[in-house]
């Protein structure tokens, strides 16, 4: 990968994490709109199914086959269910701790389970051993969310 191709890669994920930020917020002020955190969850959750079916049908192949005939584990199924958990979480806590504390503490919640993920292995992805190094950033991110807390 060039050096290029890396930072325009590197820029569209904070791209992506700032859309992560105005999701929270937009849930928030839909689920006081309706009164609802639930409705305002599940708005959310039919609105990303829509674009997300748009983009698998209009992109290139491969095309959904052998996800139904068992090529796929159960627990990768799960996926969903996390992200509504997340949804949920933001959806009452914006309001309470306000959108800087409660994305950063989602980027600590992120990670240190990113971090336990990486060092162990876990579901098959490529082990990456914790270090000193990535704890002393950890510590940084969890000393961030007190500075912004301030």
Do not use: K
């Not at 930020?21 to 839909?30: E, I, K, P």
């Not at 992200?83 to 806590?93: D, E």
């Not at 994305?103 to 993920?117: K, P, Y």
């Not at 060092?119 to 990456?128: A, K, R, S």
Request: aromatic share 10%; hydrophobic share 60%; proline share 3%.
């Amino acid at each position: 990968m060039t050096a290029i191709s890396y930072l325009f890669c590197c820029l569209a994920v904070v791209a992506a994490a700032v859309s992560v930020a105005l999701q929270q917020v937009l849930n928030t002020n839909l689920r006081s709109q309706l009164e609802s955190p639930w409705w305002a969850g599940r708005i959310s959750y039919a609105v990303g199914t829509v674009v997300m079916l748009t983009l698998a049908l209009t992109s290139a192949p491969p095309r959904l086959s052998g996800a139904f005939s068992g090529a796929t584990s159960w627990l990768s199924w799960t996926g969903g269910f996390f992200g509504a958990i997340f949804i949920a979480t933001a959806i009452f806590m914006v309001p309470r701790l306000g959108a800087a504390t409660v994305l950063a503490l989602i980027v600590v919640g992120q990670m240190l389970g990113s971090l336990t993920l990486d060092h162990f292995g876990i579901l098959g992805i490529p082990q990456h051993a914790v270090s000193l190094t990535r704890l002393i950033g950890a510590a940084f991110l969890i000393l961030g969310v007190f500075l912004i807390r301030i």
